[in-house]
Structure formats: structure tokens, C-alpha cells
């Protein structure tokens, strides 16, 4: 097997067994439980998960989404979040092979898995995995591309600023998490977080538009909408095609 293809199969095989470890964090972090124990159980009638039934994706194939014990329906929201997490994995090395530098982005992915997970089921961005996100980029930066430190902070300070500036002017639309995440978004991207956010406030901005043609101007004002998600789908485009939208825009201007 060439090298590139035995190094995208691993990032496949790592992502999938990173999204079923993240179907863990989605559930017990916002409760405030361990995420090493107990070990994973059935919702239902709480029998320990063995381990032949715990295989990322397969596992919830043969079982038809199912337990085994008590055939308590099993949301196919736990393999989706697996199949998510490899293929980003595998588009991630597919588009910038298997160097030092996309460990970063890596790392951003399963963050951004879980801030969507979490943010859509209990409308809330963690500080424990933002915190460790911010000190990751500023860390991995400065060993990888130290000539880029001072961009990527000044750029995690200006993303940050924009949006509180954005909740400012609309509070019911937005909170301090999606804030904190657009500034540790631009630690992570650089410059490229600014077409990441441009991204999310149109993809924002169409669901909202969605919603309202869906359920009416007045109940769709009223509705919640997670923007968690729609800042994970920026910095995903920012991953992949960030730095060259930013590049084709200063190059369209002539700078």
C-alpha cells in the first residue's frame, strides 16, 4: 500500500475511534461526569457495553442500532458522530499529508465534533474544551510556526472582538461561548478565521431564514438556534480553504 493511502486509512481508523471516545464527551461532559469511568452502558438498563459491541460504526450496523440486552433503540446520532470524525480525519491528510503541522488542525476537528454534538443537544460551548483548544494552538504554533505566533493572536483577539460585538448588538442571538470559540478559532486559523466566521453568520443567517419561512416570522423569532454548529462548519472551511479565500481576496485588491 503506498505511504499516502496507509497514512489516510490510519486517519480514518484514529478519527473513528476518536468519535466514539467523543460520544462519551458529549454526554457525561455537560453532566459533570468522569470521562474515563464508569465504563460505557447501556442507557436503558444500564449493562456495561462489552467491547465487540463498542467497535466504532460496525458495531452499531450489526446490532441494528439496538442494545443487545434490552434492545433499547440506540440514536444513530453515535455513529454518524464517528463516520464524521474519521472522514474529517482522512480529508484533513488528504489535503495536507501526514506532517507536523496538521496536528493542530486534528485537534481542531475533534473539538469542533464536540462543541456541534454538545452545543445542538444542550445549547452550550464548554470551557473544558475550549481552554485546552486555545492553549494547543498557542502552543503548537510557537514550537511549529513561531513566525506566525503574533498573527494568530492578534487574530484570535480581533475574531473574538467582532463577535462580542455582533452579541452586543443582538444578545438573544448569540452567547459568550460562541464568543470565546471565534476568538480560539482565530489562535487556531490566523488570518483564515475570517472567512470561517463569514461563513457561519451566512449559514446562520439562511437557517434563521429557513426557520422563519418553516414556522412564521413571530415563532421563528422565538426559536433558539445553536450558533455553536454553524462557527464548526467555519472553521472547517477554514481548514481546508481559509488561507487561499483570504489570499484570493488580498491578491483580487491588488495587496
Known sequence: MPALALDISLAAVIGLCLGS?????AYRLPAGMSLVTPASACPGCGTAIRPYDNVPVLSWLVLHGHCR??????SPRYPLTEVLTGALFAAVVIAKGATRGVWLDLIFVVALVAITRIDLEH???PDRIL??????AVAL???LTPHQLVSHLIAGAAAGTA???VVLAYPKGMGMGDVKLTAVMGLVLGWAVAPALLVALIAGTVAGIGVMARHGVAQGRRMTIPFGPFLALGGVVGI???QALVNAYLHGFGL
Open 240 to 242: 481546508f480553504a481559509g
Open 131 to 136: 481552554a485546552p483548544l486555545a492553549v494547543a
Open 21 to 25: 471516545f467523543l460520544n462519551v464527551v
Open 141 to 143: 504554533t510557537a514550537v
Open 123 to 125: 445549547r452550550i460551548i
Open 69 to 74: 440486552t434490552c434492545d433499547t433503540s440506540i
Open 163 to 165: 463577535l462580542f460585538a
